[in-house]
């Protein structure tokens, strides 16, 4: 079982910036990789982010390459993403996952509790 705790979700006006935090624990010695996904009412959880543990590849949806920045803290089992110059598209629920398998978007893993990101016009 692996555990996740996330934090740092909430309201900035569009051109802000917000920085996530997503904490493992528990039996996290086989990760392959963790990251965010996201979501909105009425639509499919969307991948936003992932880092791999052994390599720190970083992997980005088109819509935020250039604004968010994805990172790492080893020692913590944390991963962080940096959310530069939001949108009120980026509106949503952010949701940390946790992963020791290579498909990371379509495979199984442990999912946090959900972050709310809020970007008005």
């Known amino acids: 079982q692996v555990q996740l705790v996330e934090s740092g979700g909430g309201l900035v006006q569009a051109g802000g910036s917000l920085r996530l935090s997503c ?3 528990g039996r996290t010695f086989s990760t392959y990789g963790m990251g965010w996904f996201r979501q909105t009412p009425g639509k499919e959880r969307e991948f936003v982010a992932l880092l791999t543990w052994s390599d720190e590849m970083e992997y980005y949806r088109d819509s935020v390459k250039g604004r ?3 990172s790492n803290d080893n020692a ?3 991963v962080y993403l940096q959310m530069n110059s939001l949108k009120p598209e980026d509106t949503a629920v952010y949701y940390c996952k946790w992963t020791a ?5 379509g495979g199984p893993g442990y999912w ?4 709310q990101v809020t ?3």
Request: charged share 10%.
């Open 23 to 25: 904490a493992a624990s």
């Open 68 to 70: 968010f920045t994805i």
């Open 76 to 78: 913590k089992n944390t």
């Open 101 to 105: 398998h290579s498909d990371y978007v």
């Open 112 to 115: 946090g509790q959900g972050t």
């Open 119 to 121: 970007v008005s016009s």
